[in-house]
């Protein structure tokens, strides 16, 4: 299974890739966690990834692309991948295709995660991530049974410089100016299926593999 999860900041795609790619048994990865590993530990990747995400800009696609190529050309991802956060823009997914493509292989399903503006900000104002595992949290919706700790693993939960209200407000623009042309893309493609991504996380799981598993080929 070669799946992509598309939607806004704060749809849940990290939330449910984590869960979906371990119900497929397919590597999750996720364009935003690779960069902000990178920037934790002061790669050259990361210092040129880091004034954007700050920002709460695109990486430039010259960067992002290489980054993925190379992680898409590992052993695990040989056999499927669940992509979380790539592609964002068109010319992102154009060469993903043309990647795949080359490779004798194409994307099974894009899977378009609906939630609404104001859901959003609610989910991405209370947002907390694991510094060890990268599991997600929410201080409100999902929340440890420690303030500040990992039930998983005991990792210190830290909230992201992105995820205040100023920089929220920025990426939602940039969503819908860069990353939203990506729907009618897939729409035009065949390959988009979209899910109501309100609710209890389990259902929209159950949702979301429900319609994954239509497509495994
Ligand atoms: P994305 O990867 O799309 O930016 P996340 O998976 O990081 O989004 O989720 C953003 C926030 O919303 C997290 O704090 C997460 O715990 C919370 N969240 C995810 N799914 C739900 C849900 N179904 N209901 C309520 N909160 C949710
Ligand atoms: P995310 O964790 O998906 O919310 O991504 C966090 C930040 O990483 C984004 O706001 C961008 O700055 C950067 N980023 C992640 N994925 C991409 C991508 N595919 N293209 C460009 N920038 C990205």
Redesign the pocket.
């Known amino acids: 299974m070669r799946a992509v999860l598309v939607g806004p900041?704060g749809a849940g795609?990290?939330t449910q890739a984590q869960f979906i790619a371990s119900h497929l048994a397919i590597p999750k990865i996720?364009?935003?966690?690779i960069?902000?590993s990178n920037v934790t530990s002061g790669t050259m990747l990361g210092r040129r990834?880091k004034d954007?995400?700050d920002r709460?800009?695109?990486?430039?696609?010259q960067v992002?692309i290489a980054m993925?190529t190379s992680r898409l050309q590992e052993d695990d991802a040989q056999a499927g991948f669940l992509l979380?956060?790539?592609?964002?823009?068109v010319p992102?997914a154009e060469t993903l295709k043309k990647m795949l493509s080359d490779w004798d292989t194409r994307l099974d399903i894009v899977l378009e995660l609906v939630v609404d503006d104001d859901e959003v900000v609610r989910r991405l104002s209370g947002r907390r991530t694991c510094r060890r595992c990268g599991r997600v949290w929410h201080a409100t919706f999902d929340p440890p049974s420690h303030r500040d700790r990992c039930d998983d693993c005991g990792g210190e939960l830290f909230q992201r410089d992105?995820d205040r209200e100023d920089t929220i407000r920025h990426?939602l623009d940039?969503y819908a100016q860069q990353t939203q042309p990506l729907i009618a893309f897939y729409a035009d493609e065949g390959t988009l299926l979209g899910i109501d991504a309100t609710g209890p996380v389990e259902e929209i799981t159950d949702r979301a593999l429900a319609a994954l598993r239509r497509f495994i080929r």
């Open positions: 900041p795609k990290g996720s364009t935003g966690d960069f902000r990834a954007y995400m709460g800009d695109l990486v430039p696609d992002t993925v979380d956060g790539f592609p964002r823009n992102q992105d990426r940039v």
